[in-house]
């Protein structure tokens, strides 16, 4: 249970990264040009818009994948461990849209996506429902209306992923902790 509770919190986050930062530019892993080059070599065909599940499970799938997954034990952490992968990579995490894969082939795959340009549909996707909510929310001067309850607000993400607030005067947590820290 456990393992199926991390791997869809794994995908929640993904979908949330794809939809914020242009994919094109992300990097999932430390070993992003390998991964990607060592699996256009060796599935140069797959096509990854559309996966069929025939072409990540059958027997004949398995012995093709078996090496290649193989060749980044030890170089990617927890390189077989299950996560989910989206089968049309133009929709979320459903259940009729997801596959379990291991983790490598969920990087090789989203990897080449975000390079190729197949994830941007998802990233545009949000952006423009975003727009449209704030097109949604502007006074009659056009500036945003903000209701401002003086609580803390996420600011974004950090390069460790993790989540920044900022508090009303628009000082983020860390910098506030740094201040503390040097007064004592």
Same mark, same amino acid.
């Given at each position: 249970?456990?393992?199926?509770?991390?791997?869809?919190?794994?995908?929640?986050?993904?979908?949330?990264?794809?939809?914020?930062?242009?994919?094109?530019?992300?990097?999932?892993?430390?070993?992003?040009?390998?991964?990607?080059?060592?699996?256009? !070599?060796?599935? +140069?065909?797959?096509?990854?818009?559309?996966?069929?599940? =025939? #072409?990540?499970?059958?027997? /004949?799938?398995? *012995? $093709?994948?078996?090496?290649?997954?193989?060749?980044?034990?030890?170089?990617?952490?927890?390189?077989?461990?299950?996560?989910?992968?989206?089968?049309?990579?133009?929709?979320?995490?459903?259940?009729?849209?997801?596959?379990?894969?291991?983790?490598?082939?969920?990087?090789?795959?989203?990897?080449?996506?975000?390079?190729?340009?197949?994830?941007?549909?998802?990233?545009?996707?949000?952006?423009?429902? !975003?727009?449209? +909510?704030?097109?949604?929310?502007?006074?009659?001067?056009? =500036? #945003?209306?903000?209701?401002? /309850?003086?609580? *803390? $607000?996420?600011?974004?993400?950090?390069?460790?992923?993790?989540?920044?607030?900022?508090?009303?005067?628009?000082?983020?947590?860390?910098?506030?902790?740094?201040?503390?820290?040097?007064?004592?």
């Amino acid at each position: 249970m456990a393992w199926a509770m991390r791997a869809m919190q794994h995908a929640e986050v993904y979908y949330k990264l794809i939809s914020s930062v242009d994919p094109q530019f992300l990097k999932l892993t430390k070993v992003d040009d390998q991964i990607y080059s060592e699996f256009r !070599e060796h599935f +140069k065909e797959l096509r990854i818009d559309l996966l069929d599940p =025939e #072409e990540l499970k059958s027997e /004949s799938a398995k *012995e $093709k994948w078996r090496p290649f997954c193989l060749k980044f034990d030890g170089i990617v952490e927890d390189f077989n461990y299950g996560t989910l992968l989206r089968l049309d990579c133009s929709q979320g995490y459903t259940e009729e849209n997801t596959i379990f894969a291991p983790r490598i082939q969920f990087f090789a795959i989203e990897i080449a996506r975000n390079r190729e340009g197949y994830n941007k549909a998802v990233y545009i996707g949000v952006q423009d429902k !975003e727009g449209k +909510k704030g097109a949604n929310n502007r006074g009659d001067n056009g =500036e #945003e209306k903000v209701a401002d /309850s003086g609580e *803390e $607000k996420e600011k974004g993400v950090n390069r460790e992923g993790e989540k920044e607030k900022t508090d009303k005067g628009g000082e983020n947590e860390k910098e506030a902790d740094k201040k503390n820290q040097q007064k004592q």
